[in-house]
């Protein structure tokens, strides 16, 4: 038996890397997941996984900068597998680079995939998570506390209002029975790790950064702690950014 059992989650971005990890990892705990991804072959590929860790999914195509589509997804959800308890956040697309660099659509789309989008699903799932007792889990990062946040500007910025609409969400919610956190994950992405092989000396001095000396890995790192947070081992933690990052930020 898991602590999870009976509890259905909805994972954006579940395709591959963190969103991925996050998904196995409530999996291995007992939920059933609803893989949220706009690609079709890795969507498949993550629901093989679940799978095989014993637990119920499926695959649903979404664009979460379709801020319309989003309240009949989360409808087609709760038909498909009997309603929400966990809501993950996870998915993002956005660009980086110096401020004055940035067009002005490359800068929306951050805040359209970013907390329009986190809002638009929190809205959306509020009333079933209300009906059993749901949790929200949403993703930030730690750009938003860098000394020198240069390059990071416009997703710093869309996580830390990710960051206040869950510290605001948190405390209209508590009582309709709904936790809200956001973690802040250091997690050995694709992306990341095909940077890490093609520059192996600067990978090697940015892991010197990290006080636990590696880059966390995306479900035994990333993925089990949002199990335990969304669990009822931290049923009295609420509002909270959670760093998960082996102690390379300060919050």
């Not at 059992?5 to 994972?11: C, L, R």
């Not at 993002?92 to 490359?106: E, I, V």
Request: charged share 20%; net charge negative.
């Amino acid at each position: 038996m898991g602590d999870l059992d009976g509890k259905v989650a909805i994972v954006t971005g579940a395709g591959q890397g963190v969103g991925q990890g996050i998904a196995l990892a409530l999996a291995g705990a007992g939920a059933s997941v609803a893989v949220l991804g706009r690609t079709e072959s890795k969507l498949a590929r993550t629901c093989e996984l679940v799978r095989e860790r014993g637990a119920n999914a499926a695959p649903f195509g979404c664009d979460v900068t379709d801020l319309d589509a989003i309240p009949g997804l989360v409808a087609d959800v709760v038909s498909a597998m009997g309603g929400v308890d966990i809501l993950v956040n996870n998915a993002y697309s956005g660009l980086f680079g110096p401020l004055l660099s940035m067009k002005d659509n490359d800068f929306q789309r951050g805040f359209r995939s970013g907390p329009f989008a986190t809002f638009a699903f929190m809205k959306a799932c509020h009333p079933h998570l209300a009906e059993r007792g749901g949790n929200i889990i949403n993703l930030v990062t730690s750009a938003m506390v860098r000394w020198d946040p240069s390059n990071y500007g416009a997703y710093a910025a869309a996580k830390q209002a990710i960051r206040s609409l869950t510290r605001t969400a948190a405390a209209e919610w508590g009582p309709d029975g709904i936790r809200v956190n956001c973690i802040a994950p250091h997690a050995l992405s694709p992306s990341l790790e095909a940077w890490a092989e093609a520059r192996p000396a600067e990978a090697a001095e940015f892991r010197k950064t990290i006080p636990l000396r590696y880059v966390g890995d995306c479900e035994q790192d990333i993925g089990e702690a949002v199990a335990m947070l969304v669990g009822p081992q931290a049923r009295y933690l609420t509002g909270a950014t959670i760093p998960l990052d082996g102690g390379q930020a300060d919050f």
